[in-house]
């Protein structure tokens, strides 16, 4: 049975920063994640180019060259560990021999290199859930949930170390809701249909890992509350809707640890800060660096409670440095070195602090990962009982913080923001407090659901 | 005229009841369909493009005044038919094979409609089989194409390639955008027009044709 | 006639610190360089392509959606101010109304921006140094010369706020001292060939500032101390070899202020550091965020007494995020945001010390960078009268803090950088008092100097 | 054989001097030319390339070492015609029009020598031209071409069309390189090699012929 879980593991800001978390996770190599090192966490993808049989050795190249590239730097530049980790491509979650080659191909070099010169890596894989398209037979059974589990249990015996994804349960309908900025349908997706693909999802990851040892270790809301916030960056949609999605993704992601997941949580969900404060776990995050892979609002900020600091994704091009995955891994590196010298230092605290001013200002989407803030609202959040509820919770209680930090002049705010925050704010409170009245309120408008495939 | 000025405005605010009502009361006043579309309905959509162009108006607000465009089109079907008057484009969409990206080309259709063109959406993941049959059956002026991945921009090259097969190329302008895609591949490719975003897609189509 | 700078500007090293010089920089706009904020200053390429008279439009092309990407995001993250350094590619020198051109559409777009948006921006120039190669008739005269001097006249006159250029009086010289490691040569390369041409070119560029209100910014020595940092890291030569180039270099850069630049100092050439510790101009200074251009192990180092942050070079192609410029200029955006934080906190020197610490131990080259080092290196490189004396001073200082920082446990170098430490320190003892006789023993020793052209 | 080994060795330390008299001894010892060549001279160099490959020697170790080995060649020169021994093979290296970056096309040079190739440098700066007329003259293998600069990449395919339009293409393998080349640029212009960097260089060379 799920764990649910009622306080918040961090209860001190002091305690609530990058690089140390209340429960850090060990690698089978000694690294450990959340430990008292911030580590730099490298993602790449291919350049233009098919996904075939045909081009499979070209495809097999780059990844060896990608890692080849990225262990050579990281021993050049002493970095005390690294992850690397691999997102397949849709090709390869359909084919999963393909994918497991892949990871085969990334592991064996890394593994070649800490051998050889004593440089800890370690790898994620984060197979590309295909349960999407006309073709999906159903969320929890048919060829595209046999493939990603088969891909997650292949690569995990063939020497991952941590096993990761971000999951699509919900996500036809959050895309309705991100058109149209439906606070309403948001939730439903969130915390209704997301928590409860989760929930299968995360289960027969978590029995993967305990019969493989690979780590099962977190689950991003990217399609949903990046895809807002990327949205919100191009000024298509308002930026207080994208920072409530945010924190309502919270309460979906957290499902896969209420089911047993350890951490570090993925990168791209930033989500990962409530996730942090709420259980304990180690995360993921990526920042300014990660600006080859999307811009953002929160290029600093997005560093403060970070166990790993990763760059999203960039493709296997050449800059004028050299190919691109490398260039991303030093600028990591960097970032790294610093943090790491202030947690000597015991200055970690006021770096912190000084990467959450320099964002929080100028950007709700920001303001709501301030870590004092994050913790307020997640000790708020464990609160309520129901995913629903949740749900409900983490998007007022961001409108408030948004609002009170607006009116006391630590946040600005847009003028047209500032009606659709009201708006907003007006339609969750008038959600309705039972479950299935809100489900059947908000069923009969989702166009793209097809309720059968969550057994609904 | 007020009333097509007043229609243009119910548009640009979404007021789909207020469209249906003045959009009736017009013909009544006996303007002709094609002027109320043209300097009523698809005037306000025009207003609000350049509105949401400039950061002022978000995207659910233009969503709202195409489904409000739609009242009012509806209302006009029959007497744009009688009088003879055609959308100023048709347009068939999909995001290529192998990617589920939705929302980029549905902001892609949404500006479309916006600007009066007759949109086909294939959706998601369409193959080059079905896109050309699509284009044999729809016959369209332009053929929008999307793509969000690495490795699937290279299929609106297959698509492409497999229209220059059937010897359709001619027959219909190729656009083509996606985070990836570039001016410079979409020249590559021999595409005829790249988009960069949303935005700017229904200037694209209408330099198209 | 030339100023020579007896004592450094700084004496404390409380007051050596990023953002604040103490001869700021005031432009047209308002704008302060070193006035208690760092900005960014964002450079950039071409993609792959020929520059003809065909391809003119396509390059406009570029230079236009590259500014308006730049003002674009300028505008999104709110930056209080920025510089764009466009460096002209040789077509662009040896046809001046080229590089005018360029000039003239990036000018356009920043004023533009800032009346409709206030975002103040500036523009550096700097034209590629063409005086290089078999067509080349002479340094000071013939239609190399008048091409640079006719692009830095035309561009100030069309709206550039800040005149440089990377000179190349010395290089072709240069070039064979970092192939064999030969630091004889070095020295006369940079402290009297390069110091030569120096001062002839940039009484000129001084002469078009007092004329046209341009500023006189600064010279790097980038294909000298650069190209030698870009070796060593690529293993090709000991680091020891390119940290003393550096400090060498910095007699060299220095000659454009003793005959009156202003600053800032170019961000390609790390030894601005020790032309801000004696000038009291403020600098450019380029690091992680620049392992675009170049890899190196100065990452998180060099901004630590910068007053401009800039990305080195980055082709105008596309990342997943969109233009690799604006990526690269979204990433300084948000180091200076960190930085000018920490100045309104007062926080500044211990974020410097962070900075500096994170990185010295590891590298010589980064050593050299310190605060601390390159004061107490300057205080004695002043003292010493004439440009060879003090070419000869740099090198010796560089190898006494390098090795008593090894001794001491404070710089990790490899065995085999410890031969070289003394080879070269050696060599460098036993170099002859009197210039002439120095003169004549390298000078037979180059092969690919034509003292002619240099009136010698 | 203990000499040979000594001469190698003797390049490896780069003692000019001592190949020099290694080498005459060699020969009054009744050793070919060619086992000179080959298991003393050449066997050093490829020694100390497989050291500079693993970064545990710089460059000036190698030039030097290079130097040594000119010296000792210079002994054999006379010696090896009369054994009919000709290089392993023949390069015109060049970096191309418009650009005048000089050191990363010596590194190539240096570990081509090294590897035991004759080396005809045309410098910086060489348009298609020159480049052409050099290939005609010298007959090489193999033709290397350098670019440090986006903006002059794309001579390194001006002038693999000039070499088909003077039916030169067929006689010479092409290898490029330099900082903005990839392997997939090389593919694209149709260049028969690409060397990441000059400690690969020799090896890419090697593989050509
Ligand atoms: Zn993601
Ligand atoms: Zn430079
Ligand atoms: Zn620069």
Redesign the interface.
Same mark, same amino acid.
């Given at each position: 049975m799920a764990h649910v879980f009622k306080t918040t593991a961090y209860t001190n800001l002091e305690d609530f920063v990058y690089g140390k978390a209340l429960k850090p996770v060990v690698l089978k190599n000694g690294m450990v994640i959340g430990g008292g090192v911030l580590y730099p966490e490298i993602n790449f993808?291919?350049?233009?180019?098919?996904?075939t049989k045909e081009t499979m050795s070209d495809v097999m190249r780059n990844y060896r060259d990608i890692t080849t590239g990225i262990c050579e730097r990281a021993k050049e530049l002493e970095v005390p560990g690294f992850v690397a980790e691999i997102e397949t491509?849709?090709?390869m979650t359909e084919n999963p021999q393909w994918g497991i080659e892949v990871c085969k191909t990334v592991v064996d070099i890394i593994k070649e290199y800490e051998a050889k010169y004593k440089i800890k890596g370690a790898v994620r894989i984060t197979p590309n859930d295909i349960r999407?398209?006309?073709e999906l037979e159903h969320m929890w059974r048919g060829r595209h949930w046999d493939s990603i589990l088969e891909t997650f249990e292949g690569c995990a015996m063939t020497g991952a170390d941590l096993m990761a994804i971000e999951s699509v349960g919900g996500k036809e309908t959050h895309?309705e809701a991100?058109?149209?900025?439906d606070i309403s349908k948001s939730i439903f997706a969130l915390s209704v249909l997301g928590a409860k693909d989760m929930e299968k999802l995360w289960t027969e990851i978590v029995r993967i890992g305990e019969k493989t040892g690979a780590v099962a270790s977190g689950d991003t809301a990217c399609g949903f509350a990046n895809?807002a916030m990327v949205?919100a960056d191009?000024?298509?949609?308002?930026k207080v809707f994208a920072a409530a999605v945010r924190v309502v993704s919270a309460v979906r992601s957290l499902v896969a640890f209420e089911v047993g997941a350890k951490g570090p949580h993925k990168d791209c969900g930033y989500e990962g800060v409530y996730v942090k404060a709420i259980t304990g776990t180690p995360i993921s995050m990526e920042g300014k660096t990660a600006a080859c892979a999307h811009l953002s609002h929160v290029g600093n900020i997005a560093v403060c409670v970070a166990d790993l600091w990763s760059n999203e994704s960039i493709?296997n091009i050449k800059l004028l440095a050299g190919m691109a995955p490398v260039v991303s891994f030093e600028q990591l590196a960097y970032d790294c070195r610093l943090m790491n010298r202030a947690m000597e230092t015991g200055d970690s605290l006021l770096l912190r602090d000084l990467h959450a001013d320099s964002d929080s200002y100028y950007d709700p989407q920001a303001y709501v990962l301030r870590p004092d803030v994050v913790l307020e609202i997640s000790k708020e959040l464990v609160k309520a009982e129901t995913h629903y509820e949740r749900g409900k919770r983490a998007a007022l209680l961001a409108f408030e913080h948004i609002r009170s930090a607006h009116e006391n002049g630590k946040l600005r705010l847009d003028e047209?923001e500032l009606s659709?925050l009201d708006n907003l704010s007006e339609t969750v409170e008038n959600l309705p407090e039972d479950l299935e009245e809100f489900i059947d309120s908000v069923m009969d408008d989702c166009e793209n659901l097809d309720p059968e495939k969550y057994d609904m | 005229m007020k009333i097509l000025e007043d229609i243009s405005l119910a548009i640009q605010k979404g007021k789909a009841r207020d469209v249906k009502q003045l959009v009736m009361e017009a013909l009544e006043m006996g303007i002709t369909a094609q002027e109320i579309l043209d300097k009523g309905l698809l005037d306000g959509m025009g207003k609000l493009g350049v509105r949401f162009k400039n950061?002022?108006v978000?995207?659910?607000e233009v969503?709202i005044a195409a489904r409000a465009l739609n009242n009012g089109t509806e209302i006009l079907r029959e007497r744009l038919v009688e009088e003879g008057v055609k959308p100023i484009g048709k347009v068939v969409i999909a995001t290529v094979k192998?990617d589920?990206h939705?929302?980029g080309k549905?902001?892609v259709k949404m500006m479309l409609e916006g600007a009066g063109f007759e949109v086909v959406d294939l959706?998601?993941?369409v193959s080059e089989d079905e896109i050309i049959k699509a284009v044999q059956q729809e016959n369209p002026q332009i053929l929008a194409l999307s793509a969000l991945?690495?490795?699937t921009?290279?299929?609106q090259k297959v698509v492409i390639d497999a229209l220059k097969e059937a010897n359709l190329r001619e027959k219909v302008k190729v656009m083509v955008g996606g +985070?990836?895609?570039?001016q410079?591949?979409a020249d590559e490719i021999g595409a005829d027009g790249y988009a960069e975003? +949303?935005a700017t897609a229904a200037e694209v189509a209408r330099s198209l044709i």
């Open positions: 993808t291919l350049p233009p180019m098919l996904i491509l849709p090709p999407e398209g006309k895309d991100v058109m149209y900025c895809t949205l191009k000024n298509y949609i308002p493709q047209r659709w | 950061n002022e978000y995207v659910p969503l192998g589920l939705d929302i549905n902001l959706g998601t993941d991945l690495t490795t921009m290279t299929n +985070a990836p895609v570039t410079a591949f975003d +949303a």
